[in-house]
């Protein structure tokens, strides 16, 4: 990814858009084939020497041809004919997007495969599952890492429709009129590169297409920090039902030595808030004046990078600290034993309607069996067997059957086989 984003990488992109345009200009008989066949044999570049001449010019562009053109010879005054500095720019942006997009897609891919694979392990390892940092009722930890195999299919999803949208190139002149340029050299080169010319621009291509890849990547980013923020809840001391892998000699703190801290996912956290701040900026840069101006150019040369190294090394982060998950189903079981069965508290409400009770009146029995399981010693189950309003209606060996975790995991296999995750 870092390769992709260099200033080498850069300047090779930009030398095949001014070949293929010299060729596809030979091909239609605007320019002598053999000077098309001179530019593609000699044309060079040397990073340094642009870097001495742009502190004359001022111009990336103009640096850029200027070297250039002293490594060609005479058939250099085809070079950039027609064309303006974004017909450039935005092609070889269009050109790194996509290369990073496809990285970033099989990233994803990669994460999920490691997802499916702990989903699958841990499929049936009963856990408690928490509203508002609650017991609620009872989960598994399966289905926990199910929900997040299915978040990054949508990840991936979301990423693959946005490529189409900034697979898209220009080489249409000044004002995007074609005016000095043929649109048949614009379709070629784009073809030659694998992307779509786009039908209208202006001197540059539209930014809504690269803010949308921005909030595409800050979207992903959030659901990775969403992920983090779970695992490092439930790497909590009083929860501790995962914990990141903690290798030999680490240290997790300067001063306690005792101390095993949730770093990655932490790191992921504060990673996210970086992808997301640069999306506001992409969002501002929709906005330029009339055919164009300049002030979008000097944030995309830090957010782009950034946004998709980042996200890179974020989806890699998390797809090994899933991969090496300590995962603790001892303590899940621990502490679904807490409230001593509170969770089962819905299955009797909806077995007493079910069986004509008043839903108000089966509300509040059950609830009275639950405050108390709060504050004593009984448990859920041998509480609500001494409220008179659910015995008439239930039975002890009915409640029994009802206060269990059977009960919440029957469509389990349903779910991961809507997954794919048989």
């Keep these: 990814m870092r390769a992709l984003w260099s200033e080498q990488r850069k300047f090779e992109i930009w030398l095949e858009i001014e070949t293929l345009a010299c060729e596809a200009m030979a091909a239609i008989g605007e320019i002598p084939p053999a000077d098309a066949a001179e530019v593609r044999r000699r044309a060079r570049f040397s990073i340094p020497a642009i870097n001495e001449i742009e502190k004359r010019t001022n111009h990336d562009v103009i640096a850029f041809l200027e070297n250039v053109a002293a490594s060609v010879g005479p058939a250099a005054r085809w070079i950039h004919q027609g064309l303006t500095s974004s017909d450039i720019l935005d092609t070889t942006l269009a050109v ?44 598994t930890f399966g289905l ?64 809504d297409r690269h803010a ?47 101390k095993r801290n949730p770093i990655t996912a932490e790191r992921l956290s504060g990673l996210a808030r970086v992808v997301r701040g640069n999306a506001v900026a992409a969002l501002e840069n929709v906005a330029l004046w009339h055919e164009r101006d300049i002030s979008h150019s000097s944030a995309e040369r830090i957010i782009l990078p950034d946004s998709c190294m980042l996200l890179d090394y974020m989806l890699y982060q998390l797809r090994d600290l899933i991969e090496r998950l300590q995962v603790y189903p001892e303590n899940m079981e621990r502490n679904l034993g807490l409230t ?48 008179p309003e659910i015995t008439v209606l239930l039975s002890a060996d009915e409640i029994d059957a009802l206060c269990s975790l059977d009960v919440h995991f029957r469509y389990v296999d349903q779910t991961f086989h809507a997954l794919g995750l048989e």
């Excluded at 999920?112 to 928490?130: D, F, H, L, N, S």
């Excluded at 809840?233 to 306690?256: I, N």
């Design 96 to 139: 790194q997007l996509v290369a990073a997009g496809k990285i970033l897609v099989e990233d994803i891919r990669e994460l999920r495969r490691v997802t499916g694979e702990q989903a699958r392990r841990y499929k049936m390892t009963p856990m408690i599952g928490r509203s508002h940092g609650i017991h609620a009722e009872p989960i």
């Design 144 to 207: 926990k890492l199910a929900l997040m195999f299915d978040e990054f299919g949508r990840a991936e999803e979301r990423l693959t429709q946005t490529l189409e949208r900034v697979r898209v190139g220009k080489l249409s002149g000044a004002v995007g009129t074609h005016a000095h340029l043929d649109p048949r050299i614009e379709r070629q080169v784009c073809e030659k590169l694998g992307l779509r010319p786009a039908v209208l621009s202006t001197q540059i291509i539209q930014r």
């Design 212 to 258: 949308e890849f921005c909030t595409t990547l800050a979207l992903i980013a959030s659901s990775i920090d969403r992920w983090a923020t779970e695992l490092r809840h439930l790497q909590r001391t009083e929860v501790l039902e995962v914990e990141e892998f903690f290798s030999a000699g680490q240290k997790g703190s300067s001063a306690m030595p005792h």
């Design 340 to 387: 001593k069965g509170l969770y089962f508290s819905q299955s009797v409400l909806l077995a007493l309607t079910r069986a004509g009770a008043n839903r108000q009146t089966a509300y509040e029995a059950v609830q009275r069996a639950a405050m108390r399981t709060w504050k004593g010693d009984q448990s859920f189950a041998e509480n609500a067997k001494q409220e």
